[in-house]
């Protein structure tokens, strides 16, 4: 029980501050927050994304090129031109190192107003750190696994982040349903996305892709927009007029 109370809280915690701060914010700006929040919500991502943090500059650039060429050969992340969601795991992290490491600069459009502090990359980005949370998780499990095959869950812990975006990337562009023509492959998997916390959106997100409430049809349900919501009234965050 204790083991799947800690994959389901690292599951959960990492999935809500991808989409929070790396998407919905860092991506595109459907709120403001002020620098001691940013700075807060960025560390939190550091914690809970743990050995696979992603800089939230480098994917607020993937992610802004993915909406302008979404499914095509220069979308950065479409599962239309690889084989398979391990293709498309090697490629979006081929583009994203070239942007993490400075290797490339973005075209204009995908440049600025993306949070960047560089001591909290410096860390997440080291090997140091991935290793050093990799031994965490190892060990957790080392002190309170009961049976063999709850290690077997120890690479989705080491790969969190990028495996949230293929899982998106992936069945969020090939399976489901659609409730707009949005000139490419987007579709909504589920009604209510308990499973990533309103990310399976696609379609609805492609069709308005500034608007922080990703359900957009009666029965449907974004998980995470309740909380940004609340964090409005408290004003944590201010969102966005659309």
């Known amino acids: 029980m204790i083991i799947l109370i800690f994959f389901l809280s690292h599951w959960f915690l990492s999935l809500f501050f991808q989409t929070f701060f790396l998407h919905r914010y860092a991506s595109h700006k459907m709120f403001k927050l002020s620098p001691f929040w940013e700075k807060t919500f960025y560390l939190m991502t550091y914690v809970f994304q743990g050995s696979s943090f992603l800089n939230p500059r480098a994917y607020a650039i993937l992610h802004r090129m993915h909406h302008t060429y979404s499914d095509t050969e220069k979308d950065p992340h479409s599962p239309h031109f690889v084989k398979d969601v391990w293709g498309l795991m090697i490629k979006t992290k081929n583009i994203y190192m070239d942007y993490q490491k400075h290797k490339i600069e973005p075209e204009p459009a995908f440049r600025d107003r993306y949070p960047i502090w560089n001591f909290i990359d410096q860390i997440g980005d080291s090997w140091a750190s991935r290793i ?62 308990f499973l990533m916390l309103g990310e399976l959106f696609q379609n609805n997100h492609h069709k308005k892709p500034n608007d922080a409430n990703f359900a957009k049809k009666w029965f449907e349900v974004d998980p995470t927009f309740p909380v940004i919501k609340l964090m409005h009234h408290l004003r944590i965050i201010r969102l966005r007029k659309i």
């Open 132 to 193: 050093a949370f990799g031994l965490f998780y190892i060990a957790f499990y080392v002190a309170f696994a009961t049976h063999w095959w709850m290690f077997l869950l120890l690479p989705i812990h080491f790969l969190m982040g990028p495996l949230h975006g293929a899982i998106v990337n992936w069945c969020g562009h090939k399976y489901g349903y659609s409730n707009f023509d949005n000139q490419d492959h987007s579709k909504n998997m589920l009604p209510l996305d």
